[in-house]
């Protein structure tokens, strides 16, 4: 039984993205782990809006705040150890890591 682990990692510093990216990538390489990705979502720009007040009834407002999210998706087939120790590293503040395991089950097994 193989185990997948996909992780998706946003940040919207695109640099320190891009550097947690690579690290992981020739981790991968040196441990020889089976990686799939990096793989870009396309960046999304958000906006979130701004008040004066903390008052419901004052509509005042200041410009919105504006900033673009940047996405990676990356597989690890197998080498349970490598991907664990990546998904528990201690990445940066700018750095949002989510991890996601599943288990992967042989032709022919009936679960």
Known sequence: MTFVTRLTL?????AALEGIVDDIKSTA???????????????????VPQRCRLHADDERHFSSWE?????????????DEFAREVA??????????????EQ????????
Do not use: C, W
Request: charged share 25%; aromatic share 6%; net charge negative.
């Open 29 to 47: 390489e040196r441990k020889g782990a089976a990686l799939k990705g990096p793989h870009s979502n396309p960046p999304m720009d958000m906006s």
């Open 10 to 14: 946003q940040s919207g510093d695109r």
């Open 88 to 101: 528990v590293r201690d990445f940066p503040d700018s750095i949002h890591v989510e991890a996601e395991i």
């Open 67 to 79: 900033y673009t999210v940047f996405t990676r998706e990356l597989e690890i087939h197998g080498h």
């Open 104 to 111: 992967i089950h042989g032709a022919g097994r009936g679960n």
